[in-house]
Protein backbone atom coordinates (compact mmCIF):
# COMPACT_ATOMS: atom_id res chain seq x y z
CA UNK A 1 0.00 0.00 0.00
CA UNK A 2 1.19 3.49 -0.62
CA UNK A 3 2.10 5.94 2.10
CA UNK A 4 2.45 2.98 4.55
CA UNK A 5 4.88 3.03 6.92
CA UNK A 6 6.17 1.94 10.35
CA UNK A 7 4.46 4.98 12.09
CA UNK A 8 0.97 3.84 10.58
CA UNK A 9 1.93 0.19 12.04
CA UNK A 10 2.80 1.26 14.89
CA UNK A 11 -0.18 3.37 15.46
CA UNK A 12 -2.53 0.80 14.25
CA UNK A 13 -1.07 -1.87 17.04
CA UNK A 14 -1.87 0.79 19.86
CA UNK A 15 -5.46 1.19 18.54
CA UNK A 16 -5.71 -3.20 18.70
CA UNK A 17 -4.24 -2.96 21.66
CA UNK A 18 -6.71 -0.39 23.39
CA UNK A 19 -9.34 -2.14 22.12
CA UNK A 20 -7.98 -5.52 23.16
CA UNK A 21 -8.07 -3.71 27.01
CA UNK A 22 -12.04 -3.19 27.01
CA UNK A 23 -12.36 -6.40 25.36
CA UNK A 24 -10.57 -7.79 28.62
CA UNK A 25 -12.12 -6.08 31.53
CA UNK A 26 -15.27 -6.42 29.99
CA UNK A 27 -14.66 -10.39 29.99
CA UNK A 28 -13.15 -10.13 33.06
CA UNK A 29 -16.38 -8.22 34.45
CA UNK A 30 -18.88 -10.50 32.53
CA UNK A 31 -17.83 -13.75 33.08
CA UNK A 32 -18.03 -14.17 36.56
CA UNK A 33 -21.39 -11.93 36.54
CA UNK A 34 -22.24 -14.32 34.10
CA UNK A 35 -21.72 -17.49 36.04
CA UNK A 36 -23.25 -16.22 39.17
CA UNK A 37 -26.14 -14.97 37.64
CA UNK A 38 -26.87 -18.59 35.36
CA UNK A 39 -26.07 -20.62 38.88
CA UNK A 40 -28.94 -18.06 40.19
CA UNK A 41 -31.45 -18.63 37.43
CA UNK A 42 -30.52 -22.81 37.46
CA UNK A 43 -30.83 -23.30 41.42
CA UNK A 44 -34.69 -20.90 40.67
CA UNK A 45 -35.61 -23.39 37.64
CA UNK A 46 -34.16 -26.68 39.13
CA UNK A 47 -35.92 -25.48 42.73
CA UNK A 48 -39.12 -25.17 41.32
CA UNK A 49 -39.11 -28.36 38.85
CA UNK A 50 -37.53 -30.56 42.27
CA UNK A 51 -34.62 -31.18 40.52
CA UNK A 52 -30.85 -30.91 42.45
CA UNK A 53 -29.33 -28.12 40.88
CA UNK A 54 -25.70 -29.05 39.99
CA UNK A 55 -24.18 -26.34 38.28
CA UNK A 56 -20.67 -27.43 35.86
CA UNK A 57 -18.65 -24.81 34.66
CA UNK A 58 -16.74 -25.60 31.36
CA UNK A 59 -13.50 -23.92 31.45
CA UNK A 60 -11.99 -24.95 27.91
CA UNK A 61 -15.35 -23.39 26.95
CA UNK A 62 -14.86 -20.20 28.31
CA UNK A 63 -11.48 -20.29 26.96
CA UNK A 64 -12.70 -20.52 23.38
CA UNK A 65 -14.98 -18.00 24.30
CA UNK A 66 -12.68 -15.07 25.55
CA UNK A 67 -10.44 -16.17 22.24
CA UNK A 68 -13.00 -16.01 20.00
CA UNK A 69 -13.91 -12.61 22.04
CA UNK A 70 -10.50 -11.28 21.29
CA UNK A 71 -10.36 -12.12 17.58
CA UNK A 72 -13.68 -11.00 16.91
CA UNK A 73 -12.59 -7.82 18.23
CA UNK A 74 -8.99 -6.87 16.48
CA UNK A 75 -10.93 -8.08 12.93
CA UNK A 76 -13.35 -5.62 13.48
CA UNK A 77 -11.19 -2.76 14.81
CA UNK A 78 -8.58 -3.53 12.60
CA UNK A 79 -10.37 -2.08 9.18
CA UNK A 80 -11.79 1.26 10.75
CA UNK A 81 -8.59 1.49 12.22
CA UNK A 82 -6.70 1.59 8.87
CA UNK A 83 -9.35 3.79 7.13
CA UNK A 84 -8.91 6.24 10.05
CA UNK A 85 -5.02 5.85 9.98
CA UNK A 86 -5.09 7.36 6.40
CA UNK A 87 -7.37 9.95 6.61
CA UNK A 88 -6.29 13.25 7.05
CA UNK A 89 -7.59 15.36 9.54
CA UNK A 90 -8.20 18.68 8.24
CA UNK A 91 -10.15 16.52 5.64
CA UNK A 92 -12.58 15.47 7.79
CA UNK A 93 -13.18 18.33 10.36
CA UNK A 94 -13.09 21.27 7.92
CA UNK A 95 -16.70 21.12 6.12
CA UNK A 96 -17.30 25.21 6.09
CA UNK A 97 -16.82 27.32 3.59
CA UNK A 98 -15.75 31.25 3.58
Not at 70 to 92: F, H, K
Request: proline fraction near 6%; include cysteine.
Amino acid sequence: MAGVNAAFYYWLATRLRSWRRVLLVAAVAGIPLGIVAGRWAWAGLAGSLGVVPVTVIPGPALLAGLAALLLAGNLLTAAPASVAARTRPAAVGCTTEL
